[in-house]
């Protein structure tokens, strides 16, 4: 599939509305997704991850800190825990995203840079890496059902 550019406009209304509009092209949409995907990290928001992740039992994220399972288990020991109790402040901005879609499986792939404070001193943490994101469309939407994230190559 081709990659496309979304419009600015389009990006805007991805960071004011998690969820991206049913009827536009399935790049767009999983793109918005992802826009709103950064924002609930941005925001460490577990009630936000609801609007982007499958409530399927199946879902999980891997990660260097550990491999959840279920949304709730994303939601306390990443949204929460990790995001929330580990820095006051994060910025995850994802670049160079690739979209693979199919009819009601799509895969996402993107670098990221994520830029942060440790709540503990403040001291500022930026870290880069790589991220894989599995969604499958439930209902007519476009829902999360697992990423996997890690550093860049040493």
Request: no cysteine; net charge positive.
């Amino acid at each position: 599939m081709a990659r496309s550019q979304i419009s600015r406009r389009q990006l805007a209304l991805a960071l004011a509305a998690p969820i991206a509009v049913s009827g536009q092209s399935a790049e767009t949409e999983l793109r918005l997704l992802v826009a709103a995907y950064a924002r609930s990290i941005d925001a460490a928001d577990p009630k936000l991850a609801l609007e982007i992740w499958s409530g399927a039992p199946d879902v999980s994220f891997i990660h260097p800190q550990g491999h959840e399972h279920g949304l709730a288990q994303i939601q306390q020991n990443l949204y929460t825990r990790l995001m929330g109790q580990m820095f006051s402040e994060r910025k995850l901005t994802p670049k160079q995203i690739a979209v693979h879609a199919y009819s009601d499986t799509a895969w996402v792939e993107f670098y990221w840079d994520f830029a942060a404070k440790l709540r503990a001193d403040g001291s500022p943490v930026e870290t880069h890496g790589r991220e894989t994101q599995i969604y499958r469309k439930e209902q007519g939407r476009w829902r999360l059902v697992h990423v996997h994230y890690s550093g860049m190559p040493v």
